[in-house]
């Protein structure tokens, strides 16, 4: 078993509150990743629910009990801290085994286990190592096998693939998902990169500035942010404003059907459109005229900005032939239009980010 | 090219540590040895004899008293340095820069004003001429440099070490003896080396304090110095040194920058 639930809580280190009514719930067995940029808050999160800083306010159940007054050593929920954090002067066994040995578990049991936790993370017959022998992704294995062999009810990685390059990021990713779905253990998963919550997560939850912003499955993140910060996170970078009438967005670039549910009428509202589905083109075949400001060839795909009237839209297109200050005109694809709920923040204040 | 100029500095720095006892291992085995020589005249080990003889009995005891007063005032300049060290490393508080110049005055002001200083409240507390009298006095000199070792060594310690540990089931107590310890062990040694040494050559404030009650071996030898027997003296220099040397030897693959740095 393993479930998590974390209620209105608040953290402050001294000054300025660092995490603000703060709620998620991790359901047994489920995978939620916690995306945020740097300094959101998130190792903050994790350490509360590790039990090695205390919320001001709010309450954290583990399995349905209160671990308000747990020492961390008594929690059924393991932190895995960014950088691996092995014990220099323990070999590569004696740190797997650190927390049995603790517990104060029988040796012959711990090695069975220990064995076991070796050969899941791909660390068998590197027991005697010395940990400064071992390659970064071999550390971050070992570090997340000293915390796999005590089978926590909750497991808490903080970045574990923040440290590695590129290639060896993509294997530890998949090996966290294999371990993870043949375990079933209930994990919260920090990272920065959004594209690592939405491939490794069953859930994501998106934390800016301290507050949570978002909590769903990946799809939903991405194709229906809650509001144009959380759209912004994700790569959004075109905005829109226009007014809604009789179920009609009407801006300038165009008129377009709101979606069912808004009650909103004569509101200002703003609606988003994401760089890779807006359309560009030389030709006059598109309504919305255009002037090519910047060009980024980015390999699969160039990045263009194009300034129409007062607004600059980015456009990701697969096609690269085309060069600053050319003419040319763009298309928004009605379904692509995504129109946020009239009590998301307004484009004001996203502007200054 | 590095290579050389390495085995050079080596040697001298081997050189500069030996050359000094030569001529006093050849004082210890002479009979006489008077100003021109180049050499004693006549050889022989009457100062050995009685050193280890006659004398033996109150060298050892006076070997074992200095060792005690030593060993004792290291572990306790390591037991009270190195939660000072500690707290002065990892956390910023108000009067830090006021507790490092009172950290360095016993090491500034010259060691007898301090013992005598001490030795007038000792009297009125009873620990004058008393073992823990001298040990307390060898802790006003130790203290401070133990003090600044552990400083510099929890300045460059990760706490997330122990929160990691914590994490993992280790309580308060096993954090500090399966992972505090083990991380700063070697910072540890060198503390606790450099409070034996000061405290095994300790001779103003120990005769003060300890008002000739408590012989250490450097009273011992200053004593034996005093009666002007040269090759005496020198051998029981030899014995001095012996213990000192032995526990930096003991010590040695802690010493370096490794051991003052901690672990990141
Ligand atoms: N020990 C601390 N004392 C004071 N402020 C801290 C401390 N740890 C973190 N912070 C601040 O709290 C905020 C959130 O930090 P953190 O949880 O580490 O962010 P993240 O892990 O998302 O990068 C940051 O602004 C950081 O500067
Ligand atoms: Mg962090």
Same mark, same amino acid.
């Given at each position: 078993m393993g479930e998590l639930i974390l209620k209105n809580i608040n953290i402050r280190y001294?000054?300025?509150? =660092? =995490?603000?009514d703060f709620n998620l719930e991790v359901r047994n067995g489920e995978m939620v990743s916690l995306l945020?940029?740097?300094?959101?808050?998130k190792t903050t999160v994790l350490k509360a629910v590790a039990g090695l800083i205390r919320p001001e306010r709010g309450e954290i159940l583990i399995d349905g009990y209160? =671990?308000?007054?747990?020492?961390p050593e008594k929690r059924d929920a393991v932190m895995v801290f960014q950088?691996?954090?092995?014990?220099?002067?323990?070999?590569v066994m004696q740190n797997v085994g650190f927390g049995l040995r603790m517990r104060g578990e029988p040796v012959r049991e711990a090695r069975q286990r220990i064995q076991e936790i070796l050969a899941l993370t791909q &660390?068998?017959?590197?027991?005697?190592? #010395? =940990?400064?022998?071992?390659?970064g992704g071999q550390q971050q294995r070992v570090s997340l096998a000293r915390a796999l062999v &005590? #089978?926590?009810?909750i497991l808490l990685l903080d970045e574990?693939?923040?440290?590695?390059d590129a290639n060896l990021r993509q294997q530890m990713r998949e090996l966290i998902q294999e371990i993870q779905a043949q375990t079933r253990i209930t994990t919260l998963f920090v990272t920065h990169d959004q594209a690592e919550a939405l491939m490794i997560s069953h859930r994501v939850s998106l934390l800016l500035n301290g507050r949570l912003r978002q909590v769903g499955k990946p799809r939903e993140l991405f194709y229906?942010?809650?509001d144009p910060e959380v759209a912004r996170f994700f790569g959004a970078r075109n905005f829109i404003q226009g007014r809604v009438k009789d179920g009609w967005f009407q801006s300038e670039f165009g008129t377009f059907q709101v979606p069912q549910g808004?009650?909103?009428?004569g509101d200002w509202l703003t609606a988003t459109i994401r760089p890779e589905d807006l359309r560009v083109s030389?030709?006059?075949?598109?309504?919305i005229q255009g002037e090519i400001q910047k060009i980024n060839f980015e390999g699969s795909a160039t990045r263009i900005w194009v300034r129409c009237r007062t607004t600059e839209f980015v456009v990701l297109t697969s096609e690269a032939d085309f060069f600053p200050g050319q003419n040319v005109r763009i298309h928004l694809p009605p379904d692509k239009i995504r129109i946020f709920p009239p009590?998301? #923040?307004?484009?004001e204040k996203i502007e200054e980010i | 090219m590095i290579g050389l100029a390495r085995k050079i500095v080596a040697g001298g720095v081997v050189a500069a540590v030996i050359l000094p006892f030569i001529p006093l291992i050849m004082w210890s085995f002479s009979n006489r040895w008077f100003y /021109?020589?180049? %050499? /004693?005249? /006549? %050889? +022989?080990?009457r100062a050995w004899e009685y050193v280890l003889g006659i004398a033996g009995s109150q060298i050892t005891a006076a070997l074992g008293r200095s060792l005690w007063v030593a060993a004792v005032t290291a572990v306790m300049a390591v037991v009270v340095g190195t939660p000072a060290g500690r707290a002065l490393g990892l956390y910023d508080f108000k009067g830090k820069d006021l507790v490092s110049v009172l950290l360095t005055l016993p090491v500034i002001v010259p060691p007898l004003c301090v013992a005598m200083g001490l030795h007038l409240w000792f009297i009125k507390l009873g620990l004058a001429e008393t073992f823990g009298g001298v040990v307390l006095v060898h802790l006003t000199f130790c203290l401070p440099y133990t003090v600044f070792v552990m400083w510099g060594v929890f300045s460059n310690y990760n706490l997330d070490f122990e929160d990691q540990a914590r994490s993992l089931g280790a309580s308060t107590l096993q954090v500090m003896y399966r992972v505090m310890l083990p991380l700063t062990f070697s910072g540890i040694v060198v503390a606790g080396l450099f409070a034996f040494l000061l405290s095994w050559s300790q001779y103003l404030s120990t005769l003060i304090? +300890? +008002? +000739?009650?408590?012989?250490t071996l450097p009273i011992l030898l200053f004593a034996l110095m005093g009666s002007g027997d040269r090759p005496v003296a020198a051998s029981v220099s030899i014995v001095f040194v012996v213990p000192a040397f032995l526990a930096l030897l003991l010590s040695a693959r802690h010493l370096g920058r490794r051991s003052i740095t901690g672990v990141r």
């Open positions: 001294g000054g300025e509150p =660092v =995490v603000r945020g940029p740097s300094g959101a808050g209160s =671990v308000q007054d747990l020492p950088k691996p954090l092995l014990f220099p002067f323990m070999n &660390l068998g017959g590197l027991e005697y190592r #010395k =940990v400064h022998e071992l390659s &005590l #089978k926590p009810a574990p693939l923040s440290n590695l229906r942010p809650a808004f009650t909103a009428n030389p030709d006059s075949q598109f309504e009590d998301s #923040k307004e484009f | /021109p020589d180049l %050499w /004693p005249r /006549p %050889w +022989g080990t304090i +300890g +008002g +000739g009650k408590i012989t």
